[in-house]
C-alpha cells in the first residue's frame, strides 16, 4: 500500500473541469429527490433512514434505528422482521401489479422472455418449495454459478424468501475460483445450469461446476438449469431445475426474518490476497438498495423501463438488477449476451427495441464503445433515454461527455455514482433531478451518507485538497464483517483510520467541495516527490481525440523514483506513429503540467482487464519495468497481455 498523502499542491493544477450540466428542467420538477433531502438528512440521519425503511414492508417493526454500541459491528433496524424476497415480489402482486413486466429477457441468440411479476412470484415460490425439499433451511448456504438468465434472479430470490445465505460467484470463473468460494462459505447447494451463450457460443458451466463439486465435500446438491442444451456429464448429486423446481408446489409462505438476517456472501478479490466473502444482511441492506434506485435513477415504476448491463455476479447486479428494482416494483431488461454480439450496435438495438429509459453501464463499456466509433450508436432510436448512470471506475470526463452526446442526445443526466461490493449500495452521486452535473466528478454523498476526504492523519482536507476517500458514519447496506474473519475486516477496512471506514480510493474535493475519484491509492504514483493519480493522467489521455483508452502506470525510474508509462488504445480512425506519441505526451502536459508528462507511451491493442472490466494496472507495472508476469489468472483475456508484450519488445 502507498501510503504517503496526496499533497493538496499537486492536485491543484489536475483536473481543470469546467463544463457544468443542469438537470432539465421537466426532469428536475418531476424528480423523486428534491434538494430538501440532504438538509433533512442531515437535520437527523437516523431519523431519514428510518423513513426510506418505511419504504419496505415489514412484518414486525424495528425498535432501534442502528445498534453501533460495538463498532465496527453495525446492526440496522433491531427487532424488526422482514422476508426480502416478499418485498421485491409479493407485495407488488398483493397491490395489483401483477401483471407488469418484471423482467424483459433477451438471451444472446435473439431468443425471448417477457416475465410478469405474478410470473417471477410463482417461479420464486416453486424454487423455495424446492431448495427445502433438498434439506436446505434458513442459514444454509447456497452457491450460484449461472450465467444471466431469468433463473438467476429466481434463485437469489428463493434463497432470500427462505433465509438461505446465497454466494453468487461469476459464471466467468474458474474451477479454483468457485471452489475456494464454495469452500470458504461451506455451501450445501450449488445452483447452476448446463451453460450460456457468449460471443456467439454456447459456453459450457457444468464442467467447471463439476470439477469443483469434487473439491468440496459440503455440496450435496448441484440443481442445472437446461439453457444450451449442450451435453453434460451427469453425477449423484445432479438435478434437474425443472424436474425438481418445475414440478414444486406454487404455494410458498414467506417467513419473516431478522432485520440482521445473512442475505449474501459476495467475494471481492484484492489483488493478490484470498478473496474475501462480504457479508450483508436484511433490512438496512434492502432499505438502502431500495432508496437509492428510486433517488439516483429517479424511477418512475409505472413508466420506466430501466436496464443495468452488469452481470448478476457483481454487487451492481445484484443490488442494482436484483433487489434494489423489484423492491422498487420496476420493469427491466436483462441481456445475456455481449455488446458486440452478433454486432455492436447490440446494446442500442436493445435500447430501441424496449425503449429503455434509464440505462446503468460502466466506463470500460463506455470507452469501448467510443473506440467502436458514433456512428453505431447514431443508427438506432436513443430517444426513450432519459437518465444515464456510471460504476465500476472513475468516468474520465471525455467518456463521460461521449457518453452524454451520443447515447443520451444531450438531454439525459448522467449520475457517476460511486460505491462498493463493500458498501452494498450507491453512496456518492449526483441526484438527477437536482445536481448541476461535472462531467468526470461523482459529486456528493447521498442524503443520510457522510463521506469525506481526509489527509495521512484523518483530518478533513479543505476545498481544493486531496487524500483518502473515507466513511465516517454506519450507513444502513454497509457490510457486517468478512465472512468467518471479524480480525480481517477490523484490519482491512477500520484500521487506517480511527473509527472511519476506510475506502482505499484516493479522491480529491473541488473548491466547490465535490468528491472526484483518483483511483485506488495502491495506483497512485510517485514522481519526483509529487503524488500523481492515474485516473487523472489517463483522463488526460482519452481527452485527447486520438485515445479511446488508456491505463497509466508507475514503473521505477532511476531518476524519477517512479515515470509515468501509458498504454493506450486509439480510436479507430486515428493514426499511428511516433508523432503521435510525441503529441500524446504534450498534451498530458499541458494539461496536467509537465511533471505529468508520460516517459514512454505505448500504443496497445487492448489493455489487461479482471472480469469485471478494471484495469489490471499491476500487470502493466511488470510490463513496463521488464519483469516477468505475476499471477494472471483473473484475467478476461489472457492473450492480452502477450499482444502487449510483443508491442513493447517490438519497440512500438
Ligand atoms: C471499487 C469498488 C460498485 C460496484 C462495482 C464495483 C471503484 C466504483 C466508481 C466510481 C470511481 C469507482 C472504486 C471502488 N469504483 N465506482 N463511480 N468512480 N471509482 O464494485 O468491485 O467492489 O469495486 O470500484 O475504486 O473502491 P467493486
Known sequence: MNDTPIPASTLANLLTETRRFDPPPALAAAANVTVDAYAEASADRLAFWEKQADRLTWATKWDRVLDWDNPPFAKWFTGGRLNVAYNCLDRHVEAGLGERVAIHWEGEPGDTRTITYA??????????????????????????????????????????????????????????ALSGRIQDA??????????????????????????????????????????????????????????????????????????EHPLFILYTSGTTAKPKGILHTSGGYLTQVSYTHHAVFDLKSETDVYWCGADIGWVTGHSYIVYGPMSNAATQVMYEGTPDTPHKGRYWELIEKYRISILYTAPTAIRTFMKWGDDIPAGFDLSSLRILGSVGEPINPEAWMWYREHIGGNNCPVVDTWWQTETGGIMVSPLPGVTSAKPGSAQRPLPGIDVDVVDDQGRSVPNGGGGYLV??????????????????????????????????????????????????????????????????????????????????????????????????????????????????????????????KPRQIMVVPELPKTRSGKIMRRLLRDVAERRSLGDVTTLQDQTVMQLIADGMTSGK
Open 471 to 596: 466513511i465516517r458514519e454506519p450507513w444502513p447496506s454497509m457490510l457486517r464483517t468478512i465472512w468467518g474473519d471479524d480480525e480481517r475486516f477490523i484490519d482491512t477496512y477500520w484500521s487506517r483510520f480511527d473509527s472511519m471506514y476506510f475506502a482505499g480510493d484516493g479522491a480529491k474535493r473541488d473548491d466547490d467541495g465535490d468528491i472526484w475519484l483518483l483511483g485506488r491509492v495502491d495506483d497512485v504514483m510517485l514522481v519526483s516527490g509529487h503524488n500523481i493519480s492515474t485516473t487523472e493522467v489517463e483522463s488526460a489521455l482519452v481527452g485527447h481525440p486520438a485515445v479511446a483508452e488508456s491505463a497509466v502506470v508507475g514503473a521505477t525510474d532511476p531518476v524519477t523514483g517512479q515515470a509515468i508509462v501509458a498504454f493506450v488504445i486509439l480510436r479507430a480512425d486515428a493514426m499511428d506513429g511516433a508523432e503521435l506519441t510525441a503529441a500524446l505526451r504534450d498534451h498530458v502536459a499541458k494539461t496536467l503540467g509537465p511533471i505529468a
Open 119 to 176: 410470473d417471477l412470484l410463482t417461479q420464486v415460490k416453486k424454487a423455495a418449495n424446492a431448495l427445502e425439499s433438498l434439506g436446505v433451511a434458513a442459514g444454509d448456504r447456497v452457491a450460484i454459478y449461472m450465467p444471466m438468465i431469468p433463473e438467476a434472479a429466481v434463485a437469489m430470490l428463493a434463497c432470500a424468501r427462505i433465509g438461505a445465505t446465497h454466494s453468487v460467484v461469476f459464471g466467468g470463473f474458474s474451477v479454483d
Open 186 to 259: 461451506d455451501a450445501k447447494l450449488v445452483i447452476t445450469a448446463d451453460g450460456g451463450y457468449r460471443r456467439g457460443k454456447a459456453s459450457d458451466l457444468k464442467s467447471t461446476v463439476d470439477e469443483s463439486v469434487a473439491l468440496c465435500p459440503s455440496v450435496e446438491k448441484v440443481l442445472v438449469v437446461r439453457r444450451t442444451g449442450g451435453e453434460v456429464a451427469w453425477g449423484e448429486k445432479d438435478l434437474w431445475w425443472d424436474d425438481v423446481v418445475g414440478t414444486a408446489s406454487e404455494e410458498h409462505e414467506a417467513r419473516a426474518f431478522d432485520a
